[in-house]
């Protein structure tokens, strides 16, 4: 099997995807992005990194049969955003190995970090519903790509607890 999609490296570390805006109808009665819309805009600039930087998304998934499944999935909200505002998406590969895959995405906001995202994927094989290992070309591309993001520093929220803090 070979790879139409994705590159081989090197990767931009992180992996910085393309400015958006606010759309209207993604305001709530609160007046600011609904909880949803963050969730779906941090996903697909998921679905845009493992397409267009490891060649593991949709296009890889309808050839093969076999694709990345959110395991486990962490949001924190740490700014709103209004109407019309410019926000990017930066992904980060936190570690991997020949199935999964352990992800740290930041949606940032003029300048300021608004949401982050902490994801475990397995790959899966769209006939069995089972775990299989990611094919070896993706597997090196991950490797690379893992090196080169070993070098950020540890997100602050990687790994955070939930739960309401309470003074002993």
């Avoid at 090197?10 to 992005?33: C, F, Q």
């Avoid at 994927?121 to 790509?145: G, H, K």
Wanted: with cysteine; charged share 20%; proline share 4%.
């Amino acid at each position: 099997m070979t790879p139409f999609e994705g590159h081989d490296g090197t990767y931009s570390a992180p992996v910085t995807l393309a400015d958006r805006k606010v759309p209207a109808e993604w305001i709530d009665y609160n007046g600011h992005m609904n909880v949803a819309y963050y969730i779906m805009a941090i996903d697909q600039a998921l679905d845009q990194f493992l397409e267009d930087e490891l060649g593991i998304g949709e296009a890889h998934a309808a050839r093969v049969r076999q694709g990345p499944y959110a395991l486990q999935s962490h949001v924190q909200f740490l700014g709103e955003l209004l109407e019309g505002a410019s926000f990017s998406v930066s992904v980060r590969l936190i570690d991997c190995d020949a199935k999964r895959m352990h992800v740290f995405l930041e949606l940032h906001s003029d300048g300021s970090l608004a949401a982050t995202c902490e994801q475990m994927l397995m790959n899966v094989d769209l006939e069995t519903r089972r775990s299989t290992p990611y094919p070896d070309w993706a597997q090196s591309r991950m490797a690379v790509m893992l090196e080169a993001h070993s070098t950020l520093e540890r997100p602050a929220q990687l790994g955070a607890a939930i739960g309401i803090r309470r003074k002993v």
